[in-house]
């Protein structure tokens, strides 16, 4: 949606949300050349574009580029524009939640999963996911011949989510032997479900034990 040449309404990263964008700075240059003969030429046209945008909200810049040829229509006959913002546009960007009392091998493992995630690493991101539910596993003394089992045996979590936990390792399967790449809402969901298991596993136990010690001492 534009309001004109000068106005554009881009994803902003630190509002996290589409915002409108004043137009600071353009730049454009075209590259002919002509593909034809010298008695019946044909020009072809690449054409290169900068801008640099303010968000109207937080007055953070966002740099765009803009490229075209023009011999490029879509099936409708409207040219083709290739265009990319910097830094990348963060829509379904996930950001690193922190824990007080997680283990630093976990939380390194959970930030690399997030990393990967972020960065469009789909295949790398549900491997991680498998591996930092064995990691809790083998932290909380969990044994077992196989993840399957090792699930079953997760008994400081509650049934519900327990049983779900399954679905992560086929996703690690499909992705470490078969190279599926997941979809990524499916992923960020399972983000999403292995930090309720950080939360409970640790960081809710840790902050339970600071409110009975306080209340203890006033008793």
């Known amino acids: 949606m534009e309001v004109d040449k000068d106005t554009k309404w881009i994803h902003c990263n630190s509002c996290n949300r589409s915002t409108e964008h004043v137009l600071v700075s353009e730049y454009s240059r ?49 040219p083709v524009e290739d265009i990319n913002f910097y830094p990348e546009r963060k829509k379904e960007y996930h950001p690193v939640k922190q824990f007080n009392e997680i283990p630093e091998k976990l939380e390194g493992l959970y930030n690399e999963v997030v990393l990967a995630y972020n960065n ?10 498998r591996s930092l539910l064995e990691g809790i596993c083998v932290d909380k003394g969990v044994t077992a011949d196989n993840i399957q089992k090792k699930i079953d045996k997760m008994n400081f979590i509650p049934d519900s989510i327990r049983n779900n936990l399954h679905a992560f ?41 600071l409110i009975f010690d306080k209340f203890n001492r006033k008793a």
């Open 120 to 129: 469009s690493c789909g295949i790398l991101a549900a491997i991680g996911l």
């Open 30 to 78: 075209n590259k002919d050349q002509n593909i034809g003969e010298d008695y019946n030429p044909f020009i072809i046209t690449e054409t290169f574009s900068w801008f640099v945008w303010e968000c109207n909200g937080c007055k953070v810049l966002t740099g765009e580029s803009s490229y075209s040829f023009s011999e490029d229509y879509d099936w409708l006959g409207n």
């Open 169 to 209: 390792r086929f996703l690690g399967n499909d992705a470490a032997h078969e190279l599926i790449i997941p979809d990524k809402k499916d992923l960020q969901m399972a983000i999403f479900v292995i930090e309720d298991i950080l939360n409970i596993v640790y960081d809710l136990d840790y902050k339970s034990k």
